[in-house]
């Protein structure tokens, strides 16, 4: 690939879909080369930004005849950088922000089909104006994107109930490496044509090819909810309290975990915030109820009903039920900014992981005092979605390091070492974040010869030019370069 390639690209595009759709103002194309974490800078002539899906199959053809690789792009909110260029320039940018439009809605069947550039928030208003919801959410959903969504198969809150993206996704629309348009939006509950394709490109990472648009599941509105906050002595209590609860009632739909130190870092990042709860506590859950009948019992009385015995069993030390919309907000406003608070506080190895659920509070607990043990100085814990094992876990450097060295130097040891104790319990390096760059290495390490052999193999059959997000997720040979 030669930067002649590359120009010759810009100017055909420029040429096929006009002006609109390629650019190349340095000063433009800056603010999309960096990660949202500022852990990854890449470099771009250019960002192609075509308007629809026959643009961008026109961008992707077009690249494919001039060997330039492509790196697609929504909100740029990647927690792996993923969507982030590759630092030599070889990449130009596939922006899908002009694909923002929700294409249909139809209450009665449940479902939605929305382009890849739609931002999760403007679905979840889509939706809502017709009396339904989308039932996935996460602290990005500002600036989180359809695409983006599905091809790192997010998770988010509501997991519990609803499951993760590819449980959402009822059909995909994707341009291939070669430019061919699938067409398979359609949300056929039986269809026996041979490989899942949807399958394959929810969760790919843009590198089998690019999502345009999907038709997704939404839900019923929500007639009421109720939303709870507890202090618990320990991670095992919290699993107790959640099982008692999963057996009683399928209305709950979130159920987080967080130790104090990570409400404390809230409470220290948002001045105006309080914490829910009078006294101290070693750890805290936050529960969500919802019903979608208005004739059911209200989730906050259920809420009530289901925490007084384990309150008198002393399972439960203390706990509150929002009494309103906005004390209920304000508890998910703690949730949603405990990343951008323990941001604030210092570098930090930051760990998306998942292990099985009955085997998360001890490893919450044995992972943090071995890493602490190992790596002396620094501090570690973790909060996250205790009803499907994601653990969010990180590890803070010393009190005053250099960032970008400990970075460097230290950190990938503490994952190393974080990523062993997850596969030895029996779980995943990736619960919801992708494996974007950050975690190629760990992936080919750890990921097992059968795993990483299916996967080449898959990547080097539908995209054999190496042209699709290179550097993401896997290679096409072990230790091959980016193209």
Known sequence: MTQAAQTALIAAVREALGPRAVIDDPADVAPWLTDWRGRYHGASAAILAPADTAGVAAVVRLAAEHRVPLVPQGGNSSMVGGATPPGDGTALLLSLRRLNRVRALDPQAMLAVAEAGVVLADLHAAAAAEGCRFPLTLGARGTATIGGLVSTNAGGTQVLRFGAMRALVAGIEAVLPDGAIYDGLSALKKDNRGYDLKGLLVGAEGTLGVVTAATLRLAPAIAARGVAWAGVASPADALVLLRRMEAATPAIESFEILPRESLDA??????????????????????????????????????????????????????????????????????????????????????????????????????????????????????????????????????????????????????????????????????????????????????????????????????????????????????????
Not at 321 to 334: G, K, T
Not at 404 to 428: K, N, T
Request: overall charge negative; charged content about 15%.
């Open 266 to 483: 809230v409470l220290a990042y948002l001045p105006a915030a309080r914490a829910p709860l009078a006294g101290r506590h070693p750890w805290h859950v936050l529960i969500e109820a919802t019903a979608s009948d208005p004739a059911a019992e209200p989730p906050a009385a259920l809420l009530e009903r289901l925490l007084g015995p384990a309150l008198e069993a002393g399972q439960v030390a203390d706990a509150v039920i929002a009494a309103s919309e906005a004390q209920a907000e304000a508890f998910w406003a703690l949730r949603d900014s405990i990343s951008a608070a323990e941001r604030a506080q210092g570098p930090a190895v930051q760990h998306d992981i998942s292990v099985p659920v009955a085997a998360m509070p001890a490893f919450m607990v044995a992972a943090a005092a071995a890493c602490e043990a190992r790596f002396a100085g620094t501090h570690a814990s973790g909060f996250g979605h205790l009803g499907d094992g994601n653990v969010h876990f990180h590890v803070r450097a010393p009190a005053g390091v250099d960032a970008e060295a400990w970075y460097a130097q230290a950190a990938p040891e503490i994952s190393r070492f974080v990523h062993d104790l997850v596969v030895a319990a029996g779980g995943s390096i990736s619960a919801e974040h992708g494996i974007g760059q950050m975690k190629r290495a760990e992936l080919e390490r750890l990921g097992g010869a059968a795993r990483l052999g299916a996967l080449r193999a898959i990547k080097a059959a539908l995209d054999p030019l190496g042209i699709m997000n290179p550097g993401k997720l896997v290679s096409l040979a072990p230790g091959a370069p980016a193209p």
